[in-house]
């Protein structure tokens, strides 16, 4: 965070009047948490001074996540929350709350479909794991298939309280989070139907900020599918040569309107379902953005279904395309930056 992580936590960082740390304490609530111990380091003294009613406990020297977890050393199920993150939806993780419960597996990973750099977060892809249920996987790879629906980790995870018996040995070198999750034999992952945005740098901060002010000011809603199949094509729709309609001829994702009283993800599935007769069972938020005055939803979706297995009721044709071919289609605008957004595919 620059000169401003140099005098301040990223945790007591404020946001909208709230601090990272005070939003993370209220999502831990909303899913039924009834311990909460903040394990700090980097200037956590004002952290002590600024919060109450939890436990806290001084991570002495900076080894990694998992030795946070050592740190804290849990004595039930616990679920571990990184602040620098904010999610969209906390019924999302209340669901996947909920998922750990009724399964035995050691841990379940929260997943998001939004690429992530950073060096330490690996990526699943859906086409490697067993699908138990929707947006359910498990956590070990079973092929080396590079293709299909990316899962990206995030700061969120619960675990089953045997899960401490397999903490590395530290002896002051830090372990890679991933290499401690490696290390359990039975894991989960839960892909969000929502999104969430992680703060790593100031610019991240400045970025959710304009888009908030922007969707406050926005009118309709509105939702679009990137629908990949398990060799990593995107199946995209053509619009008819109608001069009456915008951009007519042009490919397009597939989506629409959300009606009253509709979630952005039960909208998409329902468009998915009335335009090409496809029922999305794994899916995830991938962005939410301002185009025409509309507070517009894009998901990323896992597409199990052959071209001649699917029903086309809008348009005049549809097709799937690997991402490399992207850039030499004609692609509606808003839907164009969707997709060179989500596979990094420019002119």
């Given at each position: 965070?620059?000169?401003l992580?140099a ?6 960082i404020e946001?909208e009047g709230r601090?990272?740390l ?10 039924g ?15 002590v001074e600024?919060?109450?009613g939890?436990e806290?406990v001084?991570?002495?020297q900076?080894?990694?996540l ?5 740190t ?6 616990f679920?571990v929350?990184?602040?620098d993150?904010?999610y969209?939806d906390?019924a ?7 998922v750990?419960?009724?399964n035995?597996?050691?841990?379940l990973?929260i997943?998001t ?20 249920e929707?947006?359910v996987?498990n ?7 590079p ?6 980790s995030t700061g ?5 309280r045997?899960a401490l ?6 002896s002051n070198?830090e372990?890679?989070?991933?290499d401690?999750?490696?290390r359990?034999?039975d894991?989960l ?7 969430r ?8 901060i400045e970025h959710y900020?304009e ?8 009118n309709?809603?509105?939702?679009s ?7 990593g094509?995107?199946l995209l729709q053509?619009?008819d040569d109608?001069?009456a309609?915008r951009y007519p001829?042009h490919?397009s994702l597939f ?5 009253n009283?509709e979630?952005p993800?039960?909208?998409v ?7 090409i007769?496809f029922?999305?069972?794994?899916f995830?938020m991938f962005r939410?953005f301002?185009?025409?005055n509309k507070r517009?939803?894009a998901?990323?979706?896992e597409?199990?279904?052959?071209l001649d297995?699917?029903?086309l009721?809008e348009?005049?044709?549809m ?7 992207l850039k030499?289609?004609q692609?509606r605008p808003?839907?164009k930056?969707?997709l060179e ?7």
């Amino acid at each position: 965070m620059g000169q401003l992580g140099a005098s301040l936590p990223k945790a007591l960082i404020e946001i909208e009047g709230r601090t990272l740390l005070e939003r993370s304490l209220e999502t831990l609530k909303s899913i039924g948490v009834s311990r909460i111990v903040v394990v700090v380091g980097h200037l956590g003294q004002k952290i002590v001074e600024r919060v109450s009613g939890v436990e806290i406990v001084f991570q002495e020297q900076p080894l990694g996540l998992a030795h946070a977890i050592a740190t804290a050393n849990p004595d039930d199920d616990f679920v571990v929350l990184c602040p620098d993150n904010v999610y969209t939806d906390d019924a999302d993780l209340v669901r996947a709350r909920e998922v750990f419960k009724s399964n035995k597996s050691l841990f379940l990973l929260i997943g998001t479909v939004t690429p992530n750099t950073q060096r330490d977060r690996k990526s699943y892809i859906t086409s490697a794991h067993r699908n138990y249920e929707p947006n359910v996987y498990n956590y070990r790879s079973e092929n080396d298939n590079p293709s299909g629906l990316a899962i990206n980790s995030t700061g969120c995870t619960f675990f089953k309280r045997e899960a401490l018996d397999y903490l590395p040995s530290f002896s002051n070198r830090e372990h890679i989070f991933r290499d401690y999750l490696d290390r359990i034999p039975d894991g989960l992952i839960y892909l969000l139907r929502g999104m969430r945005y992680d703060f790593s740098e100031p610019e991240d901060i400045e970025h959710y900020l304009e888009l908030k002010r922007r969707l406050r000011e926005t009118n309709g809603q509105g939702v679009s599918a990137i629908l990949i199949n398990a060799d990593g094509q995107v199946l995209l729709q053509q619009r008819d040569d109608n001069p009456a309609i915008r951009y007519p001829g042009h490919w397009s994702l597939f989506g629409g309107t959300i009606e009253n009283n509709e979630s952005p993800a039960d909208a998409v599935a329902r468009e998915v379902k009335e335009e090409i007769d496809f029922e999305m069972r794994n899916f995830g938020m991938f962005r939410e953005f301002v185009q025409n005055n509309k507070r517009e939803f894009a998901f990323a979706g896992e597409l199990t279904a052959q071209l001649d297995e699917l029903t086309l009721s809008e348009g005049q044709g549809m097709k799937f395309f690997y991402p490399p071919q992207l850039k030499e289609l004609q692609i509606r605008p808003d839907d164009k930056d969707t997709l060179e957004q989500y596979f990094g595919v420019g002119e």
